[in-house]
């Protein structure tokens, strides 16, 4: 596993080896707990209880990507995922997982954990969609909500982050979401409700917020893609949007 570096105080007892107030660099974080390895030769368990304080999201992902390109079941990512393709998301990650699984499948572990993300580019969703995107390009963030801190508690199994209490905010906005993060892939699969904060002052800002308040409590999406890619998609269609904005009975005809 790519460490910058590494001190521990080792233990051995038969079979069992302890490795006890380990402290570790990790993507310029620093990574302190304690590791057991036990059982017979031919089947290796592990056993950990570890923190990570203050590393570089992006480097964090970087390291873990190129520790999962050694191992034997390793599959190259599809063009669009590559590294050239990929966003930077800046931030810091600080995280605590304790699990247990076999020594030599790192996929194959169980156990329960915390995430928190701060100061990242997580990612921008275009309530208004071309027209949200149109207001960007010319200066003007209106529809658009940012999102860039995040803290969870999570269960790992297998090869998954099962996430129950996912909560994303920023500067406009507020998720809260619960899915699942699959570690080979690092694809996502997340329901989630987005909840637009109170808007700016201004003319323009207050006209939106008017137009967005009724959904405050509405706008629900699946959030798919990867962290860098992410890709949300609104449960409410146009025509299901437009009738709770302007409050129109379902048998009345769509506009």
């Known amino acids: 596993f790519p460490l910058d570096s590494l001190s521990t105080?080792?233990?051995?007892?038969?079979?069992?080896?302890?490795l006890e107030n380990?402290?570790?660099?990790?993507?310029?974080?620093?990574?302190t707990g304690r590791v057991v390895l036990s059982g017979p030769d031919e089947a290796r368990w592990l056993a950990y209880d570890v923190a990570l304080a203050d590393a570089r999201l992006d480097l964090a992902l970087l390291r873990w990507r190129e520790f999962q390109a050694t191992r034997p079941e390793y599959r190259p990512p599809a063009a669009d995922t590559a590294a050239s393709s990929r966003k930077a998301l800046g931030g810091a990650v600080s995280l605590r997982l304790?699990?247990?699984?076999?020594?030599?499948?790192?996929?194959?572990h169980a156990?329960?954990?915390?995430?928190?993300?701060?100061?990242?580019?997580?990612?921008?969703?275009?309530?208004?969609?071309?027209?949200?995107?149109?207001?960007?390009?010319?200066?003007?963030?209106?529809?658009?909500?940012?999102?860039?801190?995040?803290?969870?508690h999570f269960a790992l199994q297998d090869d998954s982050l099962l996430f129950e209490d996912l909560r994303l905010t920023g500067p406009s906005a507020s998720v809260e979401a619960d899915g699942t993060y699959r570690l080979p892939e690092g694809t996502l699969?997340?329901?989630a409700r987005v909840r637009p904060l109170e808007q700016r002052t201004g003319i323009l800002s207050s006209t939106v917020g008017w137009v967005l308040s009724p959904l405050s409590s509405a706008l629900l999406v699946r959030l798919e893609g990867t962290l860098d890619h992410p890709d949300?998609?609104?449960?409410?269609?146009?025509?299901?949007?437009?009738?709770?904005?302007?409050?129109?009975?379902?048998?009345?005809?769509?506009?």
Do not use: K
């Not at 105080?9 to 302890?18: G, K």
């Not at 304790?98 to 194959?108: E, K, Q």
């Open 189 to 191: 699969d997340f329901t």
């Open 9 to 18: 105080r080792l233990e051995r007892a038969d079979s069992e080896i302890r």
């Open 111 to 152: 156990g329960s954990g915390s995430v928190t993300i701060t100061e990242a580019d997580l990612a921008q969703i275009r309530l208004l969609g071309l027209f949200s995107r149109l207001l960007s390009d010319l200066g003007i963030g209106l529809g658009t909500l940012r999102l860039t801190d995040a803290d969870a």
């Open 98 to 108: 304790a699990a247990t699984g076999p020594l030599t499948d790192p996929l194959a």
């Open 232 to 255: 949300w998609t609104f449960s409410y269609g146009p025509t299901r949007l437009l009738r709770r904005i302007t409050g129109s009975r379902p048998n009345e005809p769509a506009p």
């Open 22 to 31: 380990i402290r570790a660099g990790f993507a310029d974080g620093v990574a």
